[in-house]
């Protein structure tokens, strides 16, 4: 709020303690006329993410909390929550003081989370504010290549003949990974045995070495290793070719045009948080999303930039809870 600036000088018979007690009274009045909320941040700022590091998650929150704290001078510090498929982190979230000073950056899986498991200590729709969707990004088939040579097709024949031999990592039970795994079974009639894990992280790393076969993940977390060779990426999911790794075929090319699986990220506030913090939070995220760094990044990741728009992201939201519901049921996919 703006404050007018009196012309008036003071008398000569005003003191300077007089004068010293005016300026405190107009700071009291700036902090309890919402100046100080304006000011947000004005101390470091919490973003759990519920996966551990290494994962997909953290590979979109750690460039934008450095954006962040480049262009606020307040650290946004990450603080992450994995375990029971991104749910643990999320109910502690929940749970945090609703001042703008802890933010949680979830994804996909929790609009998955509400058919798989049968209590949770938090409501996604009704317990967080949404914010932003900020990334948007395909999954892909990835395997380790020490272990599994030939390209897709091969792959899928090995597989068929082999019911049951084959597995793959996840994230977590419940998760777009493990989903996406589901998916893959029914419309490939093939049959692989999911292991879950604490995260996208870990289960890239046992990938890498060699104890699980195959991986269906979002690009954010396999893409530096796809380009470092640590993987091979079979398929892309969709109907199209991603223009970061134009060289991996997509589902459609390949026999499969109704497989498809993003994963999606977005920042979400808990309930309770004050307008005008969530709108100062929005701007900064604006601010963010168009640095060349943020830009850079996400191109790297084969990722698109999801809306900005907090009305458009909790609709978007209420949709994914509904459509996943619906592929939970069809699948039978249960918590392993």
Same mark, same amino acid.
């Given at each position: 709020?703006s404050h007018p600036i009196s012309t008036d000088l003071p008398s000569m018979a005003?003191?300077?303690?007089?004068?010293?007690?005016?300026?405190?009274?107009?700071?009291?009045?700036?902090?309890?006329?919402?100046?100080?909320?304006?000011?947000?941040?004005?101390?470091?700022?919490?973003?759990?993410?519920?996966?551990?590091?290494?994962?997909?998650?953290?590979?979109?929150? &750690?460039?934008? +909390?450095?954006? #962040?704290?480049?262009?606020?001078? @307040?650290?946004?510090?990450?603080?992450? =929550?994995?375990?029971? $498929?991104?749910?643990?982190?999320?109910?502690?979230?929940?749970?945090?003081?609703?001042?703008?000073?802890?933010?949680?950056?979830?994804?996909?899986?929790?609009?998955?989370?509400?058919?798989?498991?049968?209590?949770?200590?938090?409501?996604?729709?009704?317990?967080?504010?949404?914010?932003?969707?900020?990334?948007?990004?395909?999954?892909?088939?990835?395997?380790?290549? &020490?272990?599994? +040579?030939?390209? #897709?097709?091969?792959?899928?024949? @090995?597989?068929?003949?082999?019911?049951? =031999?084959?597995?793959? $990592?996840?994230?977590?039970?419940?998760?777009?990974?493990?989903?996406?795994?589901?998916?893959?079974k029914q419309q490939t009639r093939s049959f692989i045995t999911h292991i879950p894990?604490?995260?996208?992280?870990?289960?890239?790393?046992?990938?890498?070495?060699?104890?699980?076969?195959?991986?269906?993940?979002?690009?954010?977390?396999?893409?530096?290793?796809?380009?470092?060779? &640590?993987?091979?990426?079979?398929?892309?999911?969709?109907?199209?070719?991603?223009?970061?790794?134009?060289?991996?075929?997509?589902?459609?090319?390949?026999?499969?045009?109704?497989?498809?699986?993003?994963?999606?990220?977005?920042?979400?506030?808990?309930?309770?948080?004050?307008?005008?913090?969530?709108?100062?939070?929005?701007?900064?995220?604006?601010?963010?999303?168009?640095?060349?760094?943020?830009?850079?990044?996400?191109?790297?990741?084969?990722?698109?930039?999801?809306?900005?728009?907090?009305?458009?992201?909790?609709?978007?939201?209420?949709?994914?809870?509904?459509?996943?519901?619906?592929?939970?049921?069809?699948s039978g996919a249960k918590l392993d």
């Open positions: 709020m005003t003191t300077r303690r007089d004068m010293l007690r005016l300026g405190a009274a107009s700071l009291a009045t700036l902090a309890s006329t919402g100046q100080a909320q304006s000011g947000w941040p004005t101390k470091p700022v919490t973003l759990v993410v519920p996966f551990p590091a290494g994962g997909g998650t953290d590979a979109f929150a &750690r460039p934008l +909390s450095a954006q #962040f704290s480049k262009l606020t001078g @307040r650290q946004m510090v990450i603080d992450n =929550r994995g375990g029971a $498929g991104g749910t643990l982190g999320a109910g502690i979230a929940a749970k945090a003081a609703p001042d703008g000073y802890t933010l949680f950056m979830g994804a996909v899986h929790h609009a998955i989370a509400p058919s798989m498991y049968p209590r949770l200590d938090y409501d996604i729709e009704k317990d967080f504010v949404p914010l932003a969707l900020v990334a948007n990004v395909p999954q892909v088939l990835v395997v380790n290549p &020490r272990s599994q +040579s030939g390209e #897709f097709k091969e792959f899928l024949e @090995r597989v068929r003949k082999s019911p049951g =031999r084959f597995n793959y $990592g996840s994230a977590g039970a419940g998760t777009s990974h493990h989903l996406a795994g589901e998916l893959f894990y604490r995260g996208a992280g870990p289960a890239l790393q046992d990938l890498i070495a060699g104890n699980v076969d195959m991986m269906f993940d979002g690009l954010g977390s396999s893409a530096q290793h796809i380009k470092g060779g &640590r993987i091979k990426a079979l398929m892309v999911s969709g109907t199209k070719r991603n223009p970061a790794f134009p060289d991996v075929p997509c589902a459609g090319e390949l026999g499969l045009p109704d497989y498809t699986v993003t994963t999606w990220y977005g920042v979400w506030a808990p309930k309770g948080v004050p307008a005008d913090v969530q709108a100062r939070i929005l701007e900064e995220l604006r601010r963010a999303s168009a640095t060349d760094e943020i830009k850079a990044a996400w191109a790297a990741n084969g990722a698109e930039f999801g809306s900005l728009n907090p009305t458009q992201f909790g609709s978007f939201v209420s949709g994914e809870v509904k459509r996943w519901a619906a592929v939970v049921k069809a």
